[in-house]
């Protein structure tokens, strides 16, 4: 049966009645969008080569050149601008010489003075008056800064260790001592330490060749694992080894009981029943009878626990913790007599733990080793605390305002400064030459010899 006209135009077979058109049509559509495609290529290339400063910048070089650094992270902004003096190191947590050290510190104070007249300057030419400068912006690793750093003694006495004899976890087969700060991952040193190099506890003289780890913590976070931890340890209902112990118990190791020295903390709280149900409210429970669920609670407290923090923060001088975990890091790694770094080898931050054990595993142990890692209750798989306590907030931190973490920042200046930690990016002033320490600054100088940095204004501004 022969195919009608219409069957034949879908096939393609019939060439009259517009059949030429068809073939005519479809070519040029071929033609425009060969062209079209033509056209966009060509576009796009010219747009990669002229409009290229518009575009996302990632290699440093061009982000140096064509972004403002008020926009690039702090600390990138010093790598961007200096050489890091220990980057060629095979570890950066190890101690530069002190040569590389002042010259990276030169560099540093000859481009901050942008000055030809001082290319030739000395340090102590350079540092003939004070120089102010924000924290977290040197050029050095956080341990090079602690060589250069001046903790005061008549300022923070009571911060410090008084012997540089210490009880401390060391391992004789290894020659490996690790230097204990509270809430600066302690219980996962001592974890480590025991379990992984054999070390036991004992009274340790710091000195040369042993080799002294430590690990330091930012001080904001740190200050309020600190406050939470003296808060239970120094409060009245708590009877082992608390010197403000009140109860009808005998007080476990804590001697005279003496009056706490701010005992609005502790207000209308009689127990840790009361404490808790102020953070973790029974009407807030899956089950209101148990508070099972209080341990890794976030905290659901009315405002009463961050006002009291609040209060505190504002009343406490910072230069006398009246507990141990209230202490800052800098002067529990100097020395009372003079003011300085006692002989750290290697200094690690605790963010970055679970990778830094392991580092320094491999170092001693070799290439081989594999920690037994045991990761605390309630750790959020983040390379932070591996054995030891980690609890939520007991105060709610939403409610804690800028002026009280302004002057938590102002209280632990000196580790700030000393460990090179950049300031909350709401805290960060200028760092001017000419601040005179109206931010929170560091200052540097020159001192018998030797560079100092120390925080620019001090807890109580007394000094």
């Known amino acids: 049966m022969p195919l009608t006209k219409t069957q034949q135009r879908r096939k393609g077979l019939h060439r009259g009645g517009g059949g030429g058109c068809t073939t005519t049509a ?3 559509v071929i033609w425009l969008t060969a062209t079209a495609l033509l056209f966009v290529s060509i576009s796009v290339t010219m747009n990669m080569a002229t409009d290229d400063t518009t ?15 008020k926009q690039m992270d702090l600390r990138t902004q010093i790598n961007e601008v200096t050489n890091d ?9 190890t101690l530069s010489s002190t040569s590389s050290t002042d010259e990276a510190i030169l560099k540093w104070l000859r481009q901050r003075k942008n000055d030809t007249s001082t290319a030739s300057a000395s340090l102590s030419q350079l540092l003939s008056s004070p120089l102010y400068f924000a924290p977290g912006t040197l050029p050095l690793s956080q341990l090079s800064t602690l060589q250069q750093c001046y903790a005061d003694p008549a300022i923070y006495r009571n911060h410090f260790k008084e012997k540089i004899n210490r009880r401390i976890p ?6 490996l001592a690790y230097i204990l700060l509270p809430k600066s991952g302690s219980s996962t040193g001592r974890f480590m330490m025991k379990h992984e190099f054999d070390a036991v506890e004992r009274s340790t003289k710091i000195q040369p060749p042993l080799n002294v780890i430590a690990f330091v913590r930012d001080p904001l976070s740190r200050f309020y694992s600190q406050y939470d931890e003296a808060y239970v340890r120094t409060a009245p209902w708590h009877s082992i080894q608390n010197p403000y112990y009140m109860g009808e118990k005998k007080n476990k190791g804590g001697g005279i009981t003496l009056f706490h020295p701010f005992p609005f903390l502790y207000d209308s709280i009689h127990s840790y029943k009361d404490y808790q149900d102020l953070f973790c409210p029974k009407h807030t429970r899956s089950n209101p009878n148990s508070d099972r669920e209080c341990t890794y609670a976030a905290s659901k407290e009315n405002g009463t626990l961050a006002s009291r923090l609040e209060r505190f923060v504002h009343e406490y001088d910072g230069r006398s913790p009246y507990d141990i975990h209230l202490a800052l890091q800098v002067p529990m790694l100097s020395d009372v007599s003079n003011g300085r770094m006692i002989p ?7 963010t970055n733990a679970e990778g830094d054990w392991n580092a320094i595993a491999k170092r001693y142990l070799g290439e081989e080793a594999v920690l037994r890692e045991k990761k605390a209750a309630g750790t959020k798989e983040s390379g932070g605390v591996i054995q030891g306590r980690s ?3 007991r105060f709610d931190k939403s409610l804690v305002g800028e002026g009280t973490e302004r002057r938590i920042c102002e209280l632990a200046l000196l580790d700030y400064c000393c460990l090179n930690f950049p300031l909350p990016m709401e805290e960060r002033g200028n760092g001017d030459d000419d601040d005179d320490g109206r931010n929170l600054s560091c200052r540097m100088d020159y001192d018998e010899g030797r560079i100092r940095i120390q925080p620019g204004i001090f807890p109580d501004k007394a000094k």
């Open 26 to 28: 479809i070519i040029k």
């Open 55 to 69: 575009a996302p910048l990632y290699r440093g070089e061009e982000q140096r050149v064509d972004s403002p650094l």
């Open 85 to 93: 003096i220990d980057s060629n190191n095979d570890h950066n947590n």
């Open 344 to 350: 750290i080898t290697e200094l690690y931050n605790t």
């Open 170 to 175: 060391y391992s004789e087969k290894h020659q």
């Open 391 to 393: 609890y939520p907030r």
